[in-house]
């Protein structure tokens, strides 16, 4: 007979549950990662690291009058990330959660004496042992942060209407490794963005009608083979309440344009004809801004029927400001807003056959979150998104995600864009989830329960991606 935990043993507990937190094998379910196969679209490297945008963010805080944001961008990734070192390692002691990570990141890779000598320029030289191999040696470090992360796989984020990715899938994609798993992104058919999709399907010899949006994606999802099709929405995200049927209508587009004149409203004409994408000076593709128009024909006729007949999910991140302070760039995003949750809930009625995954930005949203996915078997929760993404909400989030939902939710997702930030994000996440987990274990037990150690192992593992392969493959006819 197995052993059993119980009342008498709940001072075990936290030695049992953090072991089997630190040795789960997680899917990542959501990252902007590429792989090596797509050169400078795979960020990696200290230099990277230090100018994330988090940090470049933190800089500018205390940056003196002289350096200006368009100065600091014209300066190459090294200069910037010496400034930045310098500024919040140096002059400053690291301890904001994006500078902890630079220091858990390195030790972990084994430079725990060039921490300690405050050393950047021996850091760099680890780093070059694997650059001066080229696409062997970052593959061989991909493999190597992987495996120190202990994630099975990472979920990456791919832009059919971005040109600087899309050399990369067609005409024939490149291969990459199975630590590597694409999703599609596709917020111009969420928004309605008729400029965006026309072009691009003017430009990808489709017809410019809806069939032709349809056979668009469809042919995209045959390219990349997504796990799902996401898009990033914004807090004033809305779904009028006659809207919702995926029957055929009409061949008739449209653009919220009452939504593009709002203030902090994400997608305008020009942003439009530069394919409402960005990259930044290391090749990273930027979020995609958003304005939802739910009135319009893409996202019932295109998105919806596409998903229903691939059965095919959708994960949506909702909330975000973008171009808050737009001389920062993507480091001047994200204003956090109380977004309207109902709407989630009016598309999980109105398309019951499709899975929504979903993460929230602010705070605030998080309890409705929980209660709406109590209410919705095609609904599933995931992950401590961008700000959230704080050992403190972390912390409240998964205590209260566990309370509502038990183990029917996914506890965290990177969101790493440089692929080594793997090597702190999961260890940050995996700390704060065990004590939450002990402690709520150690409840259970005081009222009467027990567990084996191999029932606890089955949780923590739905926690750490079972449970959103659960619900990939639950069925909802």
């Known amino acids: 007979m197995k052993t059993r935990i119980g009342r008498r043993d709940r001072e075990t507990i936290p030695a049992v549950v953090f072991s089997e937190v630190s040795s789960v094998v997680?899917?990542?379910?959501?990252?902007?990662?590429?792989?090596?196969?797509?050169?400078?679209?795979?960020?990696?490297?200290?230099?990277?690291?230090?100018?994330?945008?988090?940090?470049?963010?933190?800089?500018?805080?205390?940056?003196?009058?002289?350096?200006?944001?368009?100065?600091?961008?014209?300066?190459?990734?090294?200069?910037?990330?010496?400034?930045?070192?310098?500024?919040?390692?140096?002059?400053?002691?690291?301890?904001?959660?994006?500078?902890?990570?630079?220091?858990?990141?390195?030790?972990?890779?084994?430079?725990?004496?060039?921490?300690?000598?405050?050393?950047?320029?021996?850091?760099?030289?680890?780093?070059?042992?694997?650059?001066?191999?080229?696409?062997?040696?970052?593959?061989?470090?991909?493999?190597?942060?992987?495996?120190?992360?202990?994630?099975?796989?990472?979920?990456?984020?791919?832009?059919?209407?971005?040109?600087?990715?899309?050399?990369?899938?067609?005409?024939?994609?490149?291969?990459?490794?199975?630590?590597?798993?694409?999703?599609?992104?596709?917020?111009?058919?969420?928004?309605?963005?008729?400029?965006?999709?026309?072009?691009?399907?003017?430009?990808?010899?489709?017809?410019?009608?809806?069939?032709?949006?349809?056979?668009?994606?469809?042919?995209?999802?045959?390219?990349?083979?997504?796990?799902?099709?996401?898009?990033?929405?914004?807090?004033?995200?809305?779904?009028?309440?006659?809207?919702g049927s995926s029957e055929p209508r009409g061949e008739k587009t449209g653009v919220n344009e009452e939504a593009m004149r709002e203030p902090f409203a994400f997608a305008t004409l020009a942003a439009s004809s530069r394919n409402d994408a960005e990259c930044n000076e290391g090749g990273a593709v930027d979020e995609l801004p958003s304005v939802i128009d739910e009135d319009s024909d893409f996202l019932v006729d295109v998105l919806m029927r596409v998903c229903e007949e691939r059965d095919l999910p959708i994960a949506l991140k909702i909330g975000a400001h973008r171009e808050v302070n737009p001389s920062l760039l993507q480091a001047g995003d994200g204003v956090v807003a109380f977004a309207d949750a109902g709407v989630l809930a009016r598309l999980c009625t109105r398309f019951p056959k499709v899975r929504f995954l979903a993460t929230f930005l602010s705070r605030t949203n998080q309890h409705e979150a929980c209660v709406l996915a109590t209410k919705f078997r095609n609904l599933h929760l995931y992950g401590c998104w961008w700000f959230c993404n704080n050992p403190s909400i972390i912390r409240e989030m998964t205590a209260m995600r566990i309370e509502m939902l038990g183990t029917a939710f996914t506890a965290q997702h990177s969101d790493s864009r440089v692929l080594d930030q793997l090597l702190y994000k999961w260890p940050h996440s995996r700390a704060v989830i065990a004590a939450v987990l002990a402690s709520e274990y150690q409840k259970c037990v005081d009222s009467g329960w027990s567990m084996t150690r191999e029932e606890l192992r089955r949780d923590i593992r739905r926690l750490f991606g079972s449970s959103y392969e659960e619900f990939m493959a639950k069925s909802l006819v």
Request: glycine residues 4%; negative net charge.
């Open 26 to 243: 997680a899917i990542d379910l959501h990252t902007h990662l590429l792989p090596p196969t797509h050169g400078p679209l795979c960020l990696w490297g200290i230099d990277e690291l230090l100018t994330y945008h988090y940090l470049v963010a933190e800089y500018f805080v205390t940056a003196p009058p002289s350096i200006t944001p368009e100065s600091f961008y014209a300066l190459s990734k090294q200069k910037q990330a010496d400034l930045i070192w310098r500024a919040l390692f140096i002059d400053r002691s690291p301890i904001s959660e994006a500078c902890r990570g630079v220091i858990t990141t390195c030790v972990t890779l084994g430079l725990a004496t060039e921490i300690e000598n405050r050393d950047l320029e021996a850091i760099r030289e680890f780093y070059r042992t694997f650059r001066k191999k080229g696409l062997e040696g970052t593959e061989s470090f991909s493999k190597l942060v992987f495996e120190l992360a202990g994630v099975k796989h990472a979920i990456m984020t791919n832009i059919p209407f971005e040109p600087t990715e899309t050399r990369h899938w067609r005409p024939t994609p490149k291969e990459y490794s199975s630590h590597f798993r694409s999703a599609c992104r596709i917020d111009p058919f969420l928004a309605g963005n008729q400029k965006v999709v026309e072009a691009t399907l003017a430009a990808s010899g489709y017809d410019v009608t809806l069939e032709g949006a349809r056979q668009f994606l469809r042919d995209w999802c045959d390219t990349m083979k997504p796990e799902y099709v996401m898009a990033s929405t914004p807090h004033d995200f809305v779904l009028p309440e006659d809207r």
